[in-house]
């Protein structure tokens, strides 16, 4: 009964390829989708997303949210080796902007040079 | 302090001891959270407090878990009778508790727990 599911769970690339990560939920009234980024152990904030089809972008990462299919994905282009972590989609319990976020399992991405 | 703290880094204890686990948010933020990372998983969600009350403590596993914030700053989470299966990364993280960024948390470092 996972809310939030993400695949691939782990991806290898080497520097300079572009990934697409995804993750695909499943929550009562739906308000925002988050991404982060968890590099040793402190997740860092990347994006929240709240309407579709809009894009946010931040440098080489980007990402996109389908209300309609239920599932966002991340992007990065041109990777480099500081890029290697696990990255995190949440949506937040029964669409409160406060409280529980129910997390999916992570992607590990690994960037060779 | 400029970020969320946690103390200690890192705790080894032996099955069935007594563990604090304190969590310093940043300062001005009303709402905070302790999620347990186990590995290979992503955080799961164990209580929220905004302000001083715990606002959703659905998320502790049983009653050996309690964790209190008596002046809506300082939180610290308290385990009883540790288990083997309690070992884990204990993450605090807190939010400014509304507005435009509601939603996106500040983590801590963490405090790794082991139960031997």
């Known amino acids: 009964e996972d809310k939030v599911v993400q695949s691939p769970l782990s991806l290898v690339v080497h520097e300079g390829d572009t990934v697409t990560l995804n993750c695909s939920y499943e929550v009562t009234n739906f308000r925002s989708l988050l991404w982060y980024k968890q590099e040793k152990k402190a997740p860092t904030f990347l994006f929240m997303l709240t309407s579709s089809g809009i894009e946010k972008k931040s440098g080489r990462l980007s990402s996109i949210l389908d209300k309609k299919e239920l599932f966002s994905i991340l992007n990065i282009t041109a990777t480099q080796t500081g890029d290697s972590a696990v990255y995190l989609c949440a949506v937040p319990d029964r669409g409160s902007t406060l409280g529980r976020l129910y997390f999916g399992r992570g992607t590990q991405l690994t960037v060779w040079p | ?116």
């Not at chain 2, 905070?32 to 590995?39: A, G, I, K, P, V």
């Not at chain 2, 288990?83 to 939603?103: K, N, T």
Request: proline share 5%.
């Open chain 2, 1 to 116: 302090g400029a970020g969320v703290s946690q103390t200690p880094s890192n705790k080894v204890t032996e099955k069935g001891k007594y563990v604090e686990l304190r969590c310093d948010p940043i300062s001005g933020h009303t709402a905070l959270y302790w999620y347990r990372q186990s590995l290979g998983q992503g955080p799961e969600f164990l209580i929220y407090f905004q302000g001083t009350g715990a606002a959703d403590d659905s998320g502790l596993p049983n009653d050996r878990f309690f964790a209190v914030r008596p002046e809506g700053s300082v939180s610290t989470l308290k385990i009883q009778r540790t288990e083997r299966g309690d070992s884990a990364v204990y993450l605090c993280a807190s939010s400014p508790g509304g507005g435009a960024m509601a939603g996106e948390l500040f983590f801590g470092e963490g405090s790794r727990l082991t139960v031997l």
